[in-house]
C-alpha cells in the first residue's frame, strides 16, 4: 500500500500487467487480514481472491479454480516492474514448447523482481493434491519444480542476477521510488530501460545494491 507518484505498489502492478496482450486475467490471490486492502481493491475494481494464509498452493489451486484458468502465470506482489512484453515472450514459449511449467528460475539470470513462472492448471493440480510439507504449500512451486519433468527454463543472454528491483525491504522501495522517479509520468517503461538507467545512475541504485 506504499505509494509511488500517488500510486499504491500494487496499483502499479496490476496496471503493468493488464499491458500483457497474452493474459486473460490478472487476480490477486491473496488473504482476508487486511480488510483496509480488500476494501481498496475493490474500490479500485482490481480483480482479488481471499484464500488461505498459510496453505499458499491452496490459494492458487482455489484461485484457479473460481477463474477456470487453463494456464496460470504466477508473479509475486513484491515484483512491481513485471514486464508485461516479458511475460508475454514467456507465455509464447510456453505453448509452442508445450510444456508443464516455465520459468527463469533456474538458473536465475534476470534481475531480481523479474521472477515470472508458468504452468498449466493440471499441474497445480497434482501439486495441490500430492504436496504434503509445509514449505511445498507455503511457497506454491517448489513441488512442481521437483517432480515435473516437461519443464523450460528461460535465460537471459546476459546475466543480470546480481541486480536487484523487488521490494522486500525499505531500501528496496526507496530504489524503486528513485527509478520511477525518473521515468514520471510513465509507469510502463521496460526492465531494459531500467537495466541502462542503474549502469549509467549508480546514484540511483546505492541503496539496496
Given amino acids: 500500500m506504499y505509494k509511488i507518484n500517488n500510486l499504491t505498489l500494487i496499483e502499479i502492478l496490476y496496471k503493468r500487467l493488464l499491458k500483457s496482450k497474452k493474459l486473460n486475467n490478472v487476480v490477486v490471490a491473496t488473504t482476508n487480514e487486511n480488510k483496509d486492502f480488500l476494501n ?25 479454480k473460481k ?14 516492474i513485471a514486464d508485461p512484453k516479458l ?11 508445450k510444456v508443464d511449467y516455465l520459468s527463469n528460475q533456474e538458473p536465475v539470470t534476470y534481475p531480481d523482481g523479474l521472477d515470472i513462472e508458468i504452468f498449466n492448471f493440471n499441474t497445480l493440480r497434482k501439486a495441490y493434491k500430492k504436496a504434503k510439507s509445509k514449505y511445498d504449500k507455503e511457497h ?15 535465460s537471459n543472454t546476459n546475466d543480470y542476477s546480481s541486480l536487484r528491483f523487488t521490494i522486500d525491504e525499505h531500501d528496496d522501495f526507496k530504489t524503486l521510488k528513485s527509478i520511477f522517479k525518473y521515468f514520471y509520468p510513465n509507469i510502463y517503461f521496460g526492465w531494459k530501460k531500467i537495466v541502462k538507467l542503474v549502469e549509467k545512475n549508480k546514484k540511483l541504485y546505492i541503496f539496496n545494491s
Avoid: C, Q, W
Fill in 40 to 64: 481498496f481493491l475493490y474500490k479500485k475494481n482490481i480483480n482479488f481472491f481471499v484464500g488461505s494464509k498459510n496453505n499458499v498452493l491452496k490459494r492458487y489451486y482455489d484461485a484457479a
Fill in 67 to 80: 477463474y477456470k484458468a487453463k494456464n496460470i502465470v504466477r508473479i509475486t506482489g513484491d515484483g512491481i
Fill in 87 to 97: 511475460v508475454d515472450m514467456f507465455v509464447k514459449k510456453f505453448e509452442k514448447n
Fill in 140 to 154: 506454491v512451486t517448489p513441488f512442481i519444480i521437483r517432480n515435473t519433468k516437461n519443464k523450460l527454463n528461460i
